[in-house]
């Protein structure tokens, strides 16, 4: 004896429209717990759906393209007596991409006015913060020139046929690429064109500088290879990332304005009381940067465990909206790949990225003679309107001391 039961979207964190990219499984496939059925794409990530339940497919409600939410019926499933459910999986609400309360001042009551007097409710302000405009260029039409949702709309429009304009980037030149030869054009995937769009205003909004730097990591590395056997039963990979990641932690406590971010006036600073890292991962599908909580209470092994949890989600669609938000700094790691140097752009509302390259042998000059040393090249992107060069130079060597000799973070 069977009966059927319908198969909902989960808890998505708050986001709403989401894409359906695959649909995983067909009418008649019989499923077990866990199965994955369809996989979304949001703004930063895509994400599989795993079944609740055992059963057999007997009618989809999705298909590629359509936009879900949470609650949103992907199928029906024939399920038998014996068969088991488990608990609807939960997702801690929180917004993808950029988190609203880290970017932006309070909001102000739909009837208050701001010190330039500019009537607008909360609604249309993050509209425009979200799309980078002003909103002291923008006529209002509402009742008392009150600035309208259509307003800001029309405003982005009107800059959008001007790109020519004073304060706009020129377009690039249409190139026909077939006069010179046989051509493959490919559409970016959503999670590249969405993280073009981000770097793309980080880079014009911030001013950018990178501050340079090398650490000596010989006893560090001596150090690691010496305890990485500790997590290597438990699968987890111990790396130099993780004790960098340990390091910016104390680094962020002693220089809290990297651990900030500005308001949408950009008068204010907001200072952060948690530490929450994200780590660049290189996925087939583009960048995602997941999050690490509370870095500053939790040991190197824990770090490694995090970040080895969060990296193989990210690689196999398994990231949710909460393992992405909320960062308060960024590190990009391209050491296993190789290179001198690099200039990180910010992860905007953050303050300032580090990357990391291929640590070499040196020859460093100690003691009047020249020793072989394992140094690992830093690169400091920073905001210049919130850190200066000096700031930037002192957090640099800071962190130089402290990998160093990692007994300093004991002090």
């Known amino acids: 004896m069977?009966?059927?039961?319908?198969?909902?979207?989960?808890?998505?964190?708050?986001?709403?429209?989401?894409?359906?990219?695959?649909?995983?499984?067909?009418?008649?496939?019989?499923?077990a717990v866990d199965t994955s059925l369809i996989t979304l794409e949001s703004d930063k990530a895509s994400m599989e759906i795993p079944s609740t339940i055992?059963?057999?497919?007997?009618s989809i409600a999705l298909k590629i393209g359509d936009k879900v939410s949470s609650g949103s019926s992907i199928l029906t499933l024939s399920v038998g007596n014996q068969s088991a459910q488990?608990?609807?999986?939960?997702?801690?609400?929180?917004?993808?991409?950029?988190?609203?309360?880290?970017?932006?001042?309070?909001?102000?009551?739909?009837?208050?006015?701001?010190?330039?007097?500019?009537y607008a409710g909360p609604s249309v302000r993050r509209l425009a913060r979200v799309l980078g405009v002003s909103l002291d260029?923008?006529?209002?039409?509402?009742?008392?020139?009150?600035?309208?949702?259509?307003?800001?709309?029309?405003?982005?429009?009107?800059?959008?046929?001007?790109?020519?304009?004073?304060?706009?980037?020129?377009s690039a030149p249409l190139i026909d690429f077939s006069q010179f030869g046989i051509i493959d054009p490919k559409p970016l995937n959503k999670i590249k064109r969405l993280t073009g769009?981000?770097?793309?205003?980080?880079?014009?909004?911030?001013?950018?500088?990178?501050?340079?730097?090398?650490?000596?990591?010989?006893?560090?590395?001596?150090?690691?290879?010496?305890?990485?056997?500790?997590?290597?039963?438990s699968g987890i990979k111990l790396t130099i990332l993780a004790f960098v990641c340990k390091v910016v932690a104390h680094a962020l406590h002693v220089f809290p304005q990297f651990n900030s971010s500005l308001d949408a006036s950009g008068e204010n600073l907001i200072y952060k009381k948690y530490c929450n890292i994200g780590i660049a991962v290189e996925t087939p599908n583009g960048l995602v940067v997941p999050v690490i909580k509370d870095v500053h209470n939790l040991s190197v092994l824990d770090i490694a465990k995090e970040m080895t949890r969060l990296s193989q989600s990210a690689r196999e669609k398994g990231l949710m909206p909460a393992d992405m938000s909320g960062g308060c700094f960024t590190i990009s790691s391209l050491?296993?790949?190789?290179?001198?140097?690099?200039?990180?752009?910010?992860?905007?509302?953050?303050?300032?990225?580090?990357?990391?390259s291929r640590a070499t042998m040196q020859p460093i000059h100690q003691n009047g003679v020249f020793v072989p040393r394992l140094m690992l090249p830093l690169s400091l992107s920073y905001d210049h309107r919130v850190i200066d060069g000096a700031e930037g130079a002192r957090f640099t060597a800071f962190l130089c001391e402290q990998l160093s000799d990692l007994r300093r973070i004991l002090l």
């Open 335 to 356: 050491g296993g790949i190789g290179g001198q140097a690099f200039t990180p752009i910010v992860n905007h509302p953050e303050v300032a990225i580090l990357g990391l």
């Open 137 to 170: 260029n923008i006529s209002g039409s509402g009742i008392k020139n009150r600035i309208t949702r259509e307003d800001v709309e029309q405003y982005v429009k009107s800059k959008l046929n001007n790109p020519c304009g004073p304060s706009s980037i020129p």
């Open 2 to 31: 069977s009966n059927e039961q319908e198969i909902l979207v989960p808890d998505l964190g708050g986001l709403s429209g989401v894409e359906v990219i695959e649909v995983l499984v067909s009418v008649g496939d019989e499923i």
């Open 54 to 58: 055992a059963g057999i497919v007997k």
């Open 197 to 233: 769009t981000n770097l793309l205003r980080a880079w014009t909004m911030i001013p950018h500088v990178t501050q340079f730097d090398s650490a000596d990591i010989t006893d560090l590395e001596a150090f690691r290879k010496a305890e990485q056997g500790r997590g290597a039963s």
């Open 86 to 118: 488990v608990e609807q999986p939960q997702v801690i609400s929180a917004p993808i991409a950029e988190v609203i309360v880290e970017k932006t001042a309070p909001e102000l009551l739909p009837n208050t006015i701001n010190c330039n007097d500019i």
